[in-house]
C-alpha cells in the first residue's frame, strides 16, 4: 500500500510561484508513473503533468512552459514547480501514483488548494 501526502499548496498573486511537495511512503517500489492533477470549481479533474519511473514526462498544454514536474527517487517524493501563476491555475491540487502488482491500482493524496489572485 502507498500513501501520498501533499503540501506547499496556497494563496499568491498573478505572477507568483509555487512548488508542490508529495511525499509517498509504504510500498513505493511498485509504483510504474506519478502525476499532478487538479480540479476547479464545477470543472472535470484534469492531469497537470505526469512522469514515469523512466524519467518521461508529460504536461497539458494549458502549463507547458511554466510548471516542471519532477521527482528525487532516493526521497520518494515528487515536486511541482509552478511560475507565472494565473488566476485559471487556481484549483485543488491532487497527486497521483499509478501502481502495478497482480492489479493496476491507483493512489490519491488528500489534495492541495492552489488559489491564484489576480
Known amino acids: 500500500q502507498v500513501q501520498l501526502v501533499e503540501s506547499g499548496g496556497g494563496l499568491v498573486q498573478a505572477g507568483g510561484s509555487l512548488r508542490l511537495s508529495c511525499a509517498a511512503s509504504g510500498d513505493t517500489i511498485c509504483i510504474s508513473a506519478m502525476g499532478w492533477y487538479r480540479q476547479a470549481p464545477g470543472k472535470e479533474r484534469e492531469l497537470v503533468a505526469a512522469?514515469?519511473?523512466?524519467?518521461?514526462?508529460n504536461y497539458a498544454d494549458s502549463v507547458k512552459g511554466r510548471f516542471t514536474i519532477s521527482r528525487d527517487n532516493a526521497k520518494n517524493t515528487l515536486y511541482l514547480q509552478m511560475n507565472s501563476l494565473k488566476p485559471e491555475d487556481t484549483a485543488v491540487y491532487y497527486c497521483n501514483a499509478i501502481c502495478r502488482g497482480v492489479i493496476r491500482f491507483d493512489y490519491w493524496g488528500q489534495g492541495t488548494q492552489v488559489t491564484v489572485s489576480s
Open positions: 512522469i514515469t519511473s523512466g524519467g518521461s514526462t
